[in-house]
């Protein structure tokens, strides 16, 4: 094994990597180097990407025609890209941390070392040998090092070029999708005359199909019923109706939870009350599931006989009104358990229709979130994948109203054109447990590579932390340093 030590090859590398922007000339350049340092069979080069995945670009120099990609985590190199730290293994047809990856049929022994920039991983450099006395150790792992610390300008130069092609792939991936999203995104909007910033956005199928439901019943006289959880958009929806109805008169809201029985009947019943505003109209029964008996008899009435008797003056008053209720509880429970009205129950039910949870339609958070994020906004802001895909993994309980706040307070906290990752507040994690029928590889390795695979997992776990590993193993911590000693992971005396 030659040396990384001859400064003169080193600098006419340095400016061969500077003068190509091209991350398939700089691993097959870089790879190539340091296949005539080190001497053995075949040294390959990884680009790692953003999402955790990695793809072999070159082979002892030679750029690869076409990439060949690992998935997240994959091979040694997935494996050094998340850990950010240089491995070796000696035996790597029985360690099953190197039990997938790219090699051909009989390399015994491989060494991986990341291409890093300030805590950032562009690549990975692995060296494959094919002899069975080739032990990996240290030494080579520091020769690698030596080579790479002599070229931070171009490996800087390079991180930098890759973020600025990945943010230009992106940015066209997004042209490119909102193209499709004009196509067929389907907007709802309330008419002028209804609360601002009542908007409902979606593209998934079982939210189209409520809206297609909604907006066919739309011109009947007969009542809705509207269940969803809170903040999934019940009340637009109702709105919308009225205003696709073609009904003359207002959309009154009643808020039965803001009010209790004496409050709600005054403000329903009077003379002067909601019923009699909506006249002509539509009356919106907001959380219809806080009604008291004593307040469903009398809207039952008013939907059966179209008249009420005013509570303040005790006429009797005609009405011609739509009623559509909404409500978070499944009215049909609340009948089994006597606290609704059956009658009133299957008025109300003539038309049912239930708004499906943000977490039932994530394919409409992307949308909706870049909707909400500059909604009315003069300087827009873009969310990069990494925090799309944050915002869509989370399960969402406050459904679009969270959402729309969470993206109204990361615009405000956030000084840059893009929102990454970082930028999103933590999100709690719907804990769910999944019965996965796996397909179980046997893969033939010692008792010895089976422990070292359970240590190196467990500190992984850990972040790398001896003392809470060693007490979750079960062993003193200095029993630990001699067991990642004895697998070359450490020098002697790492204490």
């Known amino acids: 094994m030659k040396t990384a030590s001859n400064h003169n090859e080193i600098a006419t590398l340095s400016t061969v990597l500077l ?33 955790g995945s990695t793809r072999l670009l070159s082979e002892n120099g030679q750029a690869l025609s076409s990439a060949k990609l690992l998935n997240k985590g994959q091979g040694l190199s997935g494996y050094v890209a998340r850990m950010k730290r240089a491995y070796y293994s000696n035996s790597v047809k ?71 092609k990945n943010m230009n792939r992106e940015l066209l991936s997004r042209i490119e999708a909102k193209e499709k999203e004009l196509s067929s995104r389907v907007e709802i909007q309330v008419s002028k005359g209804f609360e601002d910033n ?48 073609g009904r003359k008169g207002g959309c009154v809201v ?7 029985e004496a409050q709600l009947d005054r403000e329903l019943f009077s003379s002067k009350g909601l019923l009699v505003q909506a006249n002509g109209g539509t009356l919106i029964i907001d959380d219809i599931c806080h009604t008291s008996h004593h307040i469903q008899t009398k809207l039952l009435r008013a939907l059966v006989a179209g008249e009420m008797i005013a509570v303040d003056t005790e006429e009797k008053i005609a009405l011609n009104v739509r009623m559509i209720a909404t409500s978070k509880v499944e009215l049909k429970k609340l009948v089994e358990e006597g606290k609704f009205k059956e009658e009133l129950f299957y008025r109300l039910n003539t038309v049912a229709l239930r708004i499906p949870a943000l977490r039932e339609r994530h394919e409409d958070v992307k949308v909706m979130a870049e909707f909400f994020l500059n909604q009315g906004k003069s300087q827009a802001k873009i969310l990069t994948s990494g925090a799309i895909e944050k915002l869509t993994s989370y399960f969402w309980p406050g459904n679009a109203h ?27 994690q719907e804990v769910k447990v999944e019965k996965v029928e796996a397909k179980i590889e046997y893969i033939e390795f010692t008792l010895f590579d089976l422990e070292k695979k359970h240590i190196i997992d467990t500190l992984d776990h850990l972040q790398g932390n001896k003392t809470r590993a060693a007490k979750t193993l079960g062993i003193t911590v200095k029993t630990l340093y001699n067991k990642l000693h004895s697998y070359g992971l450490i020098e002697a005396r790492e204490q």
């Open 254 to 260: 009643a808020s039965c939870s803001a009010l209790n």
């Open 19 to 51: 003068s190509n922007l091209d991350e398939v000339v700089f691993f097959a350049k870089l790879s190539g180097f340091v296949q005539d340092i080190m001497g053995e069979h075949k040294v390959l080069g990884f680009e790692a990407l953003s999402d």
């Open 94 to 164: 029985r360690d099953p941390i190197a039990s997938t990856g790219i090699r051909e049929e009989g390399v015994e022994a491989e060494l991986c070392v990341p291409v890093m920039i300030d805590g950032s991983v562009i690549g990975t450099i692995n060296v494959q040998s094919l002899k069975k006395d080739r032990n990996f150790s240290e030494s080579d792992i520091a020769v690698i090092n030596d080579l790479l610390a002599q070229l931070q300008s171009p490996i800087r130069n390079m991180h930098l070029f890759l973020m600025a």
């Open 402 to 428: 969270e959402l729309k706040n969470v993206m109204e307070r990361t615009y405000i906290l956030t000084d840059g054109q893009y929102i990454e990752a970082s930028d999103l507040p933590e999100f709690a």
């Open 198 to 245: 009542s908007q409902m956005i979606g593209l998934s199928k079982n939210f189209l199909d409520v809206v297609h439901t909604a907006k066919k019943v739309a011109g009947q006289d007969f009542p809705v019923l509207l269940e969803g959880q809170h903040g999934a958009g019940k009340k637009i929806l109702a709105k919308k109706i009225h205003s696709w109805s």
